[in-house]
Each structure stands twice: as C-alpha cells, then as structure tokens.
C-alpha cells in the first residue's frame, strides 16, 4: 500500500508546473524578408490566455532571421473591448505597447526607450495575425 502511495505522489510531483491549459490567441507580425540581404526586420507577438489571465513572447528581428524570444511583463488585457498593453525589456531597451487586439490583428502605439533615460520613439504599428499551424 505505501508502495503505491509513494508511487503516487512521484507522479504528481513530476507534473510541470508549466503545464498548465492555455488557449492561444495567435501570433501578429509584421517581420519583412529581404532575399537580396537575408535580412528580416519587423516585431512578433504571441499571446496566450490561461486561467491566470494573459500571457506572450515578443520578437524583435532586426538583421538576422532568428531572434531571441522574450516574455511580455505587465500585461494588461481586457477581452471586452480588446484594449492590451504590455513591456518588454530586452536589457538596454524597454518596449512598450498600447492597442487593440482583434481577431486578426494587434494594433496600437509602440516605443521603444533606453530604460528611462532617453524619451521614447514612439510607433503607430499594426501587426497581423499569422495563419495558425496545423
């Protein structure tokens, strides 16, 4: 019997705490190729929902077709009106946007600043939604 219950519990505790249900809302980019160059420019966003709120990584191409994936802070997502906001910080830099999302596409006021120390370049982007895989 104790066998069994100590089975049980290895069980349960090898269970990821990632692994949690999230219901993705899509990817919206922007991200250009240039064959002559081999360059992409352009921003990425992901966003999932999940029973903790919202979730996402963001991308940002600029040269090279790979960029590194990182994860969206301070998001604020209201699914009534579509309004969403959220930072980014990539060491030096904080991204910032403002918008709307819709069904196809994630619209708004983004910037980019050095931390605080410089004001912003400020963007009006629209990203569109990625078909989805599968």
């Not at 519990?9 to 002559?36: H, I, K, M």
């Not at 360059?39 to 709120?53: A, F, P, Q, S, Y």
């Not at 009106?81 to 910032?96: A, C, E, P, Y």
């Not at 400020?122 to 895989?133: G, R, S, V």
């Amino acid at each position: 019997m104790v066998k069994w219950r100590l089975l049980g519990l290895v069980v349960l505790l090898s269970q990821p705490v990632w692994a949690e249900t999230r219901e993705p809302l899509g990817t919206f980019s922007d991200v250009q190729y240039t064959p002559e160059e081999g360059d992409c420019t352009g921003i990425e966003v992901t966003l999932w929902r999940n029973d903790k709120g919202t979730t996402g990584q963001f991308r940002d191409y600029e040269g090279a077709c790979e960029a590194p994936s990182l994860r969206l802070e301070g998001i604020q997502y209201f699914p009534d009106t579509g309004r969403i906001s959220f930072k980014v910080h990539d060491g030096l830099f904080v991204h910032s946007f403002d918008g709307t999302l819709r069904s196809d596409r994630l619209k708004g006021d983004y910037s980019v600043s050095q931390d605080g120390l410089i004001a912003p370049d400020k963007y009006e982007i629209t990203l569109l939604k990625k078909p989805d895989k599968g």
